[in-house]
């Protein structure tokens, strides 16, 4: 029952917030024609293996986590029984050590992951700073975690048997916390970000969201390249966090029509609200998910109150996410599909817009083409194939 609950809430919120007008049909292109054999062969040599260390990644976190809530060690068991005495801080202490233990468990495939980035040239990051970055995300993840356990524990004992529904509050309410608060308070962590200054891209983006009829709030550059070598912007933060980001790589390296191209797609995520669009995806899935999330834990024999309980929870809140995942990626891709098509109407320049997908997709290493399942599953964007088939549409269109 609550599986369906679920299942149809989703479906229903995916269907209900999908972009229903601005979406230009891609034609179909054979990628062959746009990437040489070689770039073609590159790509999928990193990607073939990157994905499945990704899914080896996810095999271990599940593995994990069903060991220490069906069968945990029994030294595990014996700390779960004394932390129990003190229900709430015993609570924020085993769901911190749960998020590390994911976390270390991960390290083998995560360096792995990182090795072949650098390898491939993606990754410009020694070992030393990426494993200080790993730890700092760690700590915030553990501090999370805490909070989090605390308060999941505090609700359960407070609501036993209809604990979902404040749970699923909290959820959406942190959603719209974090998205506030990232920009100042998390992402400075990791990066430098300065407002772009006054000169001809400046003026390039204002004159564009002008067009637009949008307000940007502020435009950031970030030294993403102290990372990776990759291209990337984004629209983040909420009210008067709200910004877009462009990657230094991508200002410094890119010719203006592209990066023009860039900024267009982004403005089309603040023209049609995307930001507080995820955020109502978030809050009309949260109370079925964390129902399905009350069901499975306690399936899972896990009722009470006390940390003993916080595994089979951090499981069954693996497993809810991760399906919710997949049905928001359903949604994301015809978002950002509009995105595109609406850059496209913005700038009307496709050619740009289609060297701009070719240059994007090389320079990360992109796979043009990805295994269907994976599009279906993971794909939070469409491919890169039907990327360039919406600017192939435009210029065949007399654009
Ligand atoms: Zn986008």
């Known amino acids: 029952m609550a599986v369906a609950v679920a299942v149809v809430a989703a479906g229903a919120a995916t269907v209900i917030l999908r972009p229903r007008s601005g979406l230009i049909d891609p034609a ?19 990607r073939g293996v990157q994905r499945l260390i990704g899914v080896g990644s996810l095999a271990i976190s599940g593995a994990t986590l069903a060991l220490l809530a069906v ?4 030294t595990a068991r014996r700390l779960l ?21 994911l976390t270390v468990t991960a390290i083998p495939l995560s360096v792995w992951a990182h090795e072949r980035a650098v390898d491939y040239g993606l990754s410009t990051q020694s070992l030393g700073p990426w494993f200080a970055d790993m730890g700092k ?3 915030i993840g553990a501090v999370i975690a ?6 999941g524990l505090a609700l359960i004992r407070r609501f036993p048997t209809r604990w979902w529904i404040p749970a699923g509050a909290v959820v959406t309410g942190f959603a719209v916390l ?24 400046r003026s390039d983006v204002l004159r564009l969201a002008d067009r637009a009829g949008v307000d ?3 435009v950031y550059r970030v030294d993403a390249s102290r990372r990776t070598t990759a291209i990337n912007a984004y629209v983040g933060g909420l009210g008067n966090t709200k910004r877009v980001v462009l990657y230094d790589n991508l200002i410094d390296d890119y010719p203006g029509e592209q990066v023009r191209s860039v900024v267009a797609h982004e403005l089309g995520h603040v023209k049609h609200s995307d930001v507080p669009r995820g955020l109502l995806w978030v809050a009309i899935v949260a109370l079925p998910g964390m129902l399905l999330v009350q069901r499975l834990t306690e399936a899972m024999g896990a009722r009470s109150g006390r940390p003993a309980a916080l595994p089979a929870l951090a499981l069954s809140l693996g497993l809810v996410s991760f399906g919710l995942t997949c049905a928001g990626n359903a949604l994301s891709r015809p978002v950002e599909a509009r995105a595109d098509s609406y850059a496209l109407e913005l700038t009307g320049d496709p050619d740009a817009f289609i060297a701009l997908e070719r240059s994007l997709t090389l320079r990360n290493l992109g796979d043009p083409d990805p295994p269907a399942v994976f599009q279906t599953l993971f794909g ?3 491919t890169t194939a039907e990327r360039i088939g919406v600017g192939e549409a435009v210029r065949g269109g007399g654009g």
């Open 380 to 382: 939070t964007h469409p």
């Open 28 to 46: 179909t292109i054979d990628p062959r024609a746009y990437f040489s054999e070689a770039e073609l062969r590159r790509a999928e040599d990193f």
């Open 146 to 151: 805490a909070i989090g356990g605390a308060v």
């Open 71 to 74: 069968r945990p060690p029994a």
């Open 178 to 201: 974090v998205l506030y608060l990232s920009p100042v308070l998390i992402d400075p962590l990791f990066n430098r970000f300065e407002p772009l200054r006054p000169g001809e891209l």
């Open 216 to 218: 940007v709030g502020e």
């Open 137 to 139: 995300s760690a700590a």
């Open 81 to 101: 029984e004394r932390l129990g005495q003190k229900p709430l801080r015993g609570g924020a202490l085993v769901a911190a050590g749960i998020s590390v233990t």
